[in-house]
């Protein structure tokens, strides 16, 4: 020690140089460093979704998620894996070994998902496969669309078709789904009476409207030296021209939707509500990405928010930020801030009696891990216990 002080005195400048160096690597330190409240997490997981519309979580767990965890496990260096079926989605999650590459564990599940979609239920969406990070599962906020005059099914396409893609390009941010609103959607609302009297069925019905709605690939026709564009009409843009699709053809049996039912511009059952200053409107929940800040993705959110607004093809639309997680975050930072620079402080001025007060502590610490293994076992409250003075 009395040697590291004579260079330290013999030598001023060296030490200054010595000191000034450390404080700008720190500086650079922190300023790269991703302030979170929560550290980033390393180890490789994926996340994969699959989608059936309607199917029961019973049937989901035995059809769906039994099958892709068989064919998802065989992934290499897979450590554990979880799974989760509710209605009409299977969740199923891969945790992978430390040293895993993220990109060759997301790769694998990917190849091992395209095997199973043959025995898949008909009608099943294909699975998406995502990386995904155990401590980004909390919104970092919360996107509301607020509207005095636009309806639920309209704010719903809006945040689900320009606000969600908009969000999603500012870096870090997720916005994967919209939650409140009426999902749009072309219904024919049939009479069973009319039905019954024409002897057609339910499935009648909607094999006639697949064939007469197609979506049919076009080309092109060259006429002498003219080269004409073709588009196609084989899908119908009018809803009350499908009225017009033929259900049977036959001499005096000819029918039609219209005879036996209406096609209207409507939406699915509403599934969840949601209400802003007592109107319902709609939410888009703001997840980050895996490694990046929380206050760097509200921050840039609270940025691009207003800039968003105009650009909506609809108008009348508000874009708020709520539910900002950022504000516990910065919380939390400020407080370990202000207790480590107090304890500086405290060292600083008396440094031997932090010395002392560190010894102290570990040898109370010493004392208790000598103490607590030689102590006997607790007797049960079964059990009788012995006094004796």
């Not at 260096?77 to 060759?104: C, H, K, L, T, W």
């Not at 891990?369 to 102590?375: C, D, E, Q």
């Not at 076992?377 to 079964?382: F, G, H």
Request: hydrophobic content about 40%; glycine content about 6%; proline content about 8%.
């Amino acid at each position: 020690m009395n040697g590291l002080i004579r260079a330290s005195l013999k030598n001023p400048y060296a030490v200054i140089v010595a000191m000034l160096t450390i404080l700008v690597i720190g500086v650079l330190c922190l300023l790269a460093l991703p302030i979170d409240i929560l550290p980033i997490f390393r180890s490789p997981a994926v996340q994969v979704l699959t989608f059936y519309s309607g199917m029961p979580a019973v049937s989901v767990e035995k059809d769906i998620t039994n099958r892709l965890e068989r064919w998802v496990g065989q992934a290499n260096n897979m450590s554990r894996q979880e799974s989760r079926s509710i209605i009409g989605s299977s969740v199923i999650r891969n945790y992978f070994q430390g040293d895993a590459d993220p990109n060759g564990a997301l790769g694998q599940v990917m190849s091992l998902t395209t095997g199973v979609i043959p025995v898949l239920p008909p009608g099943t969406l294909p699975p998406v496969v995502l990386p995904f990070d155990p401590t980004a599962t909390v919104p970092a906020c919360v996107v509301a669309l607020d509207s005095k005059t636009q309806n639920e099914s309209t704010l719903y396409d809006v945040g689900r078709f320009e606000v969600r893609n908009m969000v999603m390009a500012i870096p870090g941010a997720i916005a994967p789904v919209v939650f409140g609103g009426k999902v749009r959607t072309i219904l024919a609302y049939l009479d069973r009476q009319k039905m019954q009297s024409r002897h057609l069925s339910l499935t009648d019905v909607m094999d006639a409207i697949d064939r007469y709605n197609l979506l049919m690939p076009t080309g092109d026709a060259k006429f002498g030296d003219t080269d004409y564009a073709i588009d196609s009409n084989s899908m119908y843009n009018v809803i009350s021209e499908m009225k017009g699709i033929p259900l049977r053809v036959g001499p005096g049996t000819a029918t039609f939707l219209g005879d036996i039912g209406t096609p209207a511009d409507t939406n699915y059952i509403q599934t969840n509500i949601v209400r802003v200053n007592g109107r319902r409107q709609v939410y888009i929940p703001i997840f980050r990405q895996v490694g990046q800040s929380t206050l760097t993705v509200v921050d840039q959110l609270k940025e691009e928010a207003p800039a968003i607004e105009p650009r909506l093809t609809r108008p009348d639309i508000n874009l708020r930020v709520v539910m900002d997680q950022s504000i516990y975050v910065r919380e939390a930072i400020h407080s370990l801030v202000h207790e480590g620079v107090l304890g500086a402080v405290l060292v600083a001025r008396n440094p031997e009696g932090a010395v002392m007060q560190n010894a102290r502590q570990l040898r109370v610490l010493l004392a208790r891990r000598r103490t607590v293994p030689t102590a006997g076992p607790t007797p049960s409250p079964s059990a009788p216990v012995e006094a004796s003075s």
